[in-house]
């Protein structure tokens, strides 16, 4: 595969360049006929350049609302708060010029479902040159060019011939890597991945989660993953935000998480996903009892305390502030942290 | 153990798609066979086929010895209640007009069981899968997709099935929802001891649930073997590959696995590939695989494979091996 991408910044893998998109105190409420709905509460996050950040969470935790919030893509009924701050330029109140600039060039999204992002009626060539002539200002040869070497980036072979193909010529996981294409075409700073692989077969996937590794670590971008998939963000991600009823409930390094996850939601949907059984033992799997809770406004309490094994008085009086868990390294927002104190996570999932 | 169904050269065309192509499987008494494939590889019109929901090419559909897929849609019908199906969906497989107790009384309705005997078996089946008695009078719209897929499969279970066919009943759910209604299933299944097929791409829900796998490639068998072996020493390369391109959910260990990334996609099912028809994404693959169809050849020590390169022992080449363990460097690509 050859390299194209014009000016190469030596960012390593693991987000140690600089922060790119700075978000604080976020914040989503939506006014429908039935009342409001606060589907982001207060979220704050960084994510730097080379660094792949993974939002995790169930239906219905606000993080594809987040993803649409950070450059103003919510519909009218929405009211975005806080702060989101792209290399510094603020995206909060950006007027919608500014907004349309920014999107496309510096922040690039894909999707889930390439078919209904993609145009049925235009080649894949004329859709990526697009990008390219809007955003970058490429004449229609240049861009032709340009597009071919951006479907090779992303692993697609004979990439002259598959730029003169319509979409539904393409494989689910063909027209993924196009998306992809045209979201790193302009050499956006932060790329927002929503589900990018949850309509594909896991071989399929394996091939998309390794273009993510490979652009995060040669273009330097800012990758912001959001997925339900515990696998794949053990697989990518190099830091982790679990959310829950729309707020951060735990933050941190991706070994460290996994391993010591301190928030009872985190422990909970790791001990969901369904393991090896061993012959003659009625292992079960963990279960959450209950549902999600809709928030109509910002509530002073833990919005999981009603789901939550441990949960007491204070955690249904006084919101946890996201802060370092004992015994970890990463942050947890929870009154009463799991696994501290030689209980092991990982011994509470087994025994519950 | 006992046979409850049994599939013979199974054959399904719909015009010119080869969707299933001679395939033969067993589900013995109080069995989970899980039926593992990837979108395309024809898994679900087996499903259909067994319950006869579809009229197979050729072939037969054995349940309890009788030969249900050539009997007439009349003689069919005392032998429907010995088989049921839970869909992926629930949203879509429950008629938002009728309540849950019409919807899960419905099959008793149509035996001919008068409504005050319904009405208990109602009651009694949804206590079995964990609902209150008064869901009965509620509406799909007014349920969680857990309590939706609950009621499916206490649809499913109304009328004491022999044989329980399960398309991807957890596939639409969240994490957290998709385990309490896998610890349902397991504990339904133990309790009552109906055989099952499990269709699923979820490798981690078979290996949660099935007693047996059967790994579908294109319309074929590729591999069948006991959970155990298939999950510790996988036999066809396109098993192994499945298995290692499957992400786990541990960072440590996800990071230093062999996987393998096939190259390419699905063939098309219009034209499927000569020879094995993973000759096309296979790592390993000889000339012979290009021309000759493999056989499903049972091994020494139990279950059959699909493979050339797989000896009369059962030992063959591991495409993990030719992978290398390092994230972002891959074996090839499309």
Redesign the interface.
């Known amino acids: 595969m050859t390299i194209t991408t014009t000016d190469l910044d030596p960012w390593q893998p693991g987000g140690t360049g600089m922060p790119l998109l700075q978000v604080r105190d976020l914040g989503v409420s939506f006014r429908t006929e039935d009342g409001s709905v606060q589907a982001v509460d207060r979220v704050s996050f960084e994510a730097r350049a080379g660094e792949l950040l993974a939002v995790v969470g169930?239906?219905g935790c606000g993080k594809s609302v987040m993803a649409l919030a950070l450059s103003g893509l919510l519909p009218g009924n929405a009211t975005v708060t806080g702060s989101v701050e792209l290399a510094g330029q603020q995206l909060v109140g950006a007027s919608r010029g500014d907004l349309r600039r920014v999107r496309g060039s510096r922040i690039a999204y894909i999707f889930q479902e390439p078919m209904t992002s993609l145009n049925p009626v235009f080649t894949v060539g004329r859709q990526v040159a697009e990008v390219l002539r809007i955003h970058v200002g490429m004449d229609r040869r240049r861009a032709m060019d340009r597009a071919a070497e951006l479907l090779d980036l992303v692993?697609?072979?004979n990439p002259r011939e598959r730029l003169k193909q319509y979409p539904h010529q393409l494989?689910?996981?063909?027209r993924q890597r196009v998306m992809i294409a045209m979201a790193v075409a302009a050499d956006p700073e932060v790329l927002v991945a929503d589900e990018p692989t949850t309509a594909l077969?896991?071989?399929?996937?394996?091939?998309i989660?390794?273009v993510l590794?490979?652009l995060r670590?040669r273009i330097g971008a800012a990758v912001v993953l959001i997925t339900?998939?515990?696998?794949?963000?053990?697989?990518?991600?190099d830091r982790v935000l679990v959310m829950y009823a729309g707020r951060v409930v735990e933050r941190g390094e991706?070994?460290e998480l996994?391993?010591r996850p301190r928030h009872h939601y985190t422990v909970?949907?790791?001990?969901?996903?369904?393991?090896?059984?061993i012959?003659g033992d009625e292992q079960?799997?963990?279960?959450?009892p209950g549902?999600v809770p809709v928030l109509e406004e910002p509530e002073p309490r833990c919005t999981f305390a009603d789901r939550c094994p441990a949960a007491d008085g204070i955690c249904r009086t006084e919101q946890p502030p996201l802060a370092i868990a004992p015994e970890s390294a990463h942050e947890a927002a929870c009154w009463h942290p799991a696994g501290v104190g030689g209980a092991d996570s990982a011994a509470e999932a087994v025994s519950s | 153990m006992s046979t409850v169904c049994e599939v013979v050269d199974l054959v399904k065309h719909f015009g010119p798609v080869h969707a299933v192509d001679g395939l033969s499987l067993r589900v013995g008494q109080g069995e989970v066979v899980a039926l593992v494939g990837e979108s395309g590889s024809g898994k679900s019109t087996v499903g259909r086929l067994v319950v006869r929901l579809l009229d197979p090419t050729s072939g037969t559909v054995l349940l309890d010895g009788v030969d249900v897929s050539s009997l007439s849609r009349r003689a069919l019908r005392p032998h429907r209640h010995a088989v049921s199906i839970v869909f992926q969906d629930p949203a879509s497989s429950l008629d938002p007009r009728m309540s849950v107790r019409d919807i899960v009384g419905e099959p008793l309705r149509l035996h001919g069981v008068r409504r005050a005997d319904r009405a208990a078996e109602v009651r009694r089946v949804l206590e079995q899968v964990g609902m209150r008695p008064g869901v009965a009078e509620r509406y799909p719209h007014e349920l969680s997709g857990g309590q939706r897929q609950r009621v499916s499969i206490a649809r499913a279970l109304v009328s004491k099935p022999r044989l329980l066919v399960a398309d991807e009943p957890t596939s639409a759910l969240d994490v957290s929802v998709q385990a309490s209604v896998l610890n349902l299933l397991a504990d339904l299944q133990r309790d009552l001891g109906f055989a099952c097929l499990f269709i699923t791409h979820d490798l981690a829900a078979v290996e949660y649930l099935a007693d047996r796998v059967v790994v579908m490639y294109l319309g074929k068998v590729a591999e069948v073997g006991s959970r155990k072996q298939i999950f510790t020493t996988p036999r066809h390369p396109y098993t192994q590959a499945l298995l290692s391109a499957a992400p786990v959910p541990d960072p440590e260990a996800q990071r230093h696995r062999n996987r393998v990334v096939l190259s390419g996609e699905l063939p098309s099912q219009l034209d499927p590939p000569s020879g094995c028809r993973f000759h096309t994404r296979c790592p390993l693959a000889e000339d012979r695989c290009r021309t000759e169809v493999p056989a499903l050849r049972e091994m020494p020590g139990g279950g059959s494979v699909a493979c050339h390169l797989v000896d009369d022992r059962g030992a063959g080449p591991d495409v993990r091996d030719t992978a290398d363990s390092a994230p972002g460097t891959e074996t090839s690509r499309s």
């Open positions: 169930e239906s692993g697609i072979a494989s689910g996981g063909l077969d896991v071989t399929v996937q394996a091939g989660l390794d590794r490979d670590d339900h998939d515990l696998g794949v963000v053990a697989d990518i991600a991706i070994n996994f391993a909970g949907l790791l001990g969901a996903v369904p393991t090896a059984r012959d079960r799997l963990r279960e959450i549902l």
